[in-house]
């Protein structure tokens, strides 16, 4: 069970648009449509953004988006925002009913 | 609201077993429908998936861990396990224990507890 991969930094400027990949296996997100993504500040728990690829928990704001397309799911921020700077973490159900996270990806707003 | 709380040894030495404990509150670990899961964060690194259990008992690993984990729940107690056998530096982390759905949607955490391996 290999973690997914996800790059390592990603920034962009106050109002614009990033997207932050996950690539996986079959064995994982090309199988499931199970994947969350988590949000970490810095001495922090991780904070869930997406579940289930698409959906967005109750009090997330809708400036965050997911989708999935074969082994790679994609976070999207619009409008980016001061405050989205932080480490983000995708994670995927995976076979034997397990689960692998993916390496993190560290976002700066400049 | 559920909470969750870590406790247990923040200094384990090398080849022994690190036993860490979470107690929940807030939320009866025998009403169901939840896994309670155990997460690490390597220091100014990634997080790695080590495991969960059902409140009926039943268990699943990280596969690279399963000869040295084991989660066991204590209903009675409102509390859920972890025991890591023979540890090694590379173990050294902050340990989280977590809510889970099921399908890798956490939806609470706890705070965390540093773990350090070392003599």
């Known amino acids: 069970q290999s973690a997914l991969t996800q790059p390592a930094s990603v920034s962009g400027s106050p109002g614009q648009s990033i997207t932050i990949s996950c690539t996986g296996t079959?064995?994982?997100?090309?199988?499931?449509?199970?994947v969350s993504w988590y949000q970490q500040h810095p001495g922090k728990a991780p904070k869930l953004m997406i579940y289930?690829?698409?959906n967005r928990p109750s009090g997330v704001s809708n400036r965050f988006s997911g989708s999935k397309s074969g082994n790679t799911a994609s976070l999207t921020i619009s409008g980016l925002q001061a405050e989205d700077e932080a480490d983000y973490y995708c994670s995927s159900h995976a076979s034997s009913s397990t689960q692998v996270f993916g390496g993190g990806t560290k976002l700066t707003v400049l | 609201q559920v909470q969750l709380q870590e406790s247990g040894p923040g200094l384990v030495k090398p080849s022994q077993t690190l036993s860490l404990t979470c107690t929940v509150s807030g939320g009866s670990i025998s009403s169901g429908g939840y896994y309670w899961s155990w997460v690490r964060q390597f220091p100014e690194s990634g997080l790695e998936w080590i495991g969960y259990i059902y409140y009926s008992g039943s268990t699943y690993y990280n596969p690279s861990l399963k000869s040295r984990v084991t989660i066991s729940v204590d209903t009675s107690k409102n509390q859920f396990s972890l025991k890591l056998s023979s540890v090694t530096a590379a173990d050294t982390a902050v340990y989280y224990c977590?809510?889970?759905?099921?399908?890798?949607?956490?939806?609470?955490w706890g705070q965390g507890i540093l773990v350090t391996v070392s003599s």
């Open positions: 289930d690829v698409t």
């Open positions: 977590a809510r889970d759905l099921g399908y890798s949607e956490i939806d609470y």
């Open positions: 079959s064995s994982d997100i090309g199988s499931y449509n199970y």
